[in-house]
Every structure is written in structure tokens, then in C-alpha cells.
């Protein structure tokens, strides 16, 4: 499941300058501040349709999952703090669909409003077109109620079609929408790993 994110409330502050996020790796010490954002999210969400939130070994073995397919998981630092985290997955596990992923985002409950969603979704589509991945799908829930539809149509995403109640969580039935956009030259040339697949 996709993206996390939240339009400004009308509470945020108007005169505070945002504090610019350092983007960095993720580490495992950053394991226990991601859980915390996670489980906030698996408990009062619906972003996620997890219903138990992870523990941070669990976390950890996602970590190393993502990191075994050469993908992106970055957090976004605030004064010290990780404020929200990103990641890349692969899409489906098929080998014929080794070049496209899915992008995933949870901004913590303390940072909504800042655009943090979108500085990460940024840095990661950045971070992917560096791969040899060739598109980006997202998979967002209960029609992007908290802005992530909006968020991915600004950096390019295109609607794709929606899932009528494919989830029940939290007494209720969900759709999923999917989104998608090309990373690099997209389909405009066959992936360099085709003929070395080919040959398995």
C-alpha cells in the first residue's frame, strides 16, 4: 500500500518558515522512529491495510528486502528527528515485471502540512531513474482522502483506475486507486536487462 500524506489543516502555521528535511539512507537506528510513524498509521489509517502494526524486527526485515533489490528507503530528518520515511518496492514479484515499483510514503502525525510528502516522493522518484526501473505505480487508499491523488498528480503520476471495495478495515469498505508514471525514457526503449533474463 501507498502513500500516507495530509493536506495542510487549517491550524498550520502561516509565518513559520518550513525547516528544509535532510534526505538521507535509512539506517537501523532509524528503526524504532519509523515504527512509531508506521503504527500510527496501521491503527488510525487506512493507507496502510496492515491491522498490527509491525514490530521493529519486522521493520528491519523489510529494510533488508528492499535494500536486496538495490531499491531506496530514505528518511526525511527534522532537527534531529525523522519526521517521515519513503520507500521502493517491486511491483509484483514475476520476473517480468522487474522493472516497474511501487512508491510507499508516511509522513509522521507531527509533520503533516509541511509538504514533506512531496519532498520525499521527489527524492525517491530521483533516486529510482537512477536504476534500471522504467515505471512507478502508486496504490492509494480511500481515494486519496488525505491528499495523495493530488500529491501524486504534481510529480507526474497519471490515474489509472480504482478498485471498488477491495479492503474492509476499520468498519468500513475501501477502494484502492492506482496511479503510475514512467521513470526515465519509460517504455521508449527495451531495458538493459532483458537479454540477460532472457537467457535464464
Known amino acids: 500500500m501507498s502513500t500516507a500524506h495530509h493536506a495542510p489543516s487549517s491550524t498550520d502555521p502561516v509565518h513559520t518558515p518550513p525547516t528544509v528535511p535532510l534526505i538521507r539512507d535509512a ?18 489509517g487506512v493507507a496502510s491495510f496492515e491491522e498490527t502494526p509491525p514490530s521493529v524486527d519486522d521493520l528491519r526485515a523489510r529494510l533488508a528486502s528492499v535494500r536486496s533489490h538495490g531499491l ?16 521502493a518496492t517491486p511491483y509484483r514479484p514475476r520476473v517480468a515485471y522487474r522493472n516497474t515499483i511501487e512508491d510507499s510514503i508516511y509522513i509522521g502525525d507531527a509533520y503533516r502540512g509541511r509538504g514533506l510528502g512531496r519532498v520525499l516522493l521527489q527524492a525517491l522518484i530521483e533516486r529510482c531513474e537512477t536504476g534500471p526501473w522504467r515505471q512507478m505505480v502508486a496504490v492509494v487508499a480511500d481515494g ?31 477502494d484502492t486507486t492506482l496511479m503510475q508514471r514512467a521513470l526515465g525514457v519509460g517504455d521508449a526503449t527495451v531495458p538493459d536487462n532483458h537479454l540477460a533474463s532472457a537467457r535464464s
Open 27 to 44: 539506517t537501523e537506528a532509524d528503526l524504532p522512529a519509523i515504527q512509531a510513524i508506521y503504527a500510527h498509521h496501521v491503527l488510525t
Open 72 to 87: 531506496p528507503y530514505m528518511v526525511a530528518e527534522i532537527d534531529g528527528e525523522v519526521a517521515g520515511y519513503c520507500y
Open 144 to 174: 486519496g482522502s488525505g491528499g495523495s491523488l493530488s500529491l501524486h498528480r504534481q510529480l507526474g503520476f497519471e490515474l489509472i483506475g480504482t478498485f471498488k471495495a477491495v479492503g474492509f478495515k476499520h468498519g468500513r469498505w475501501l
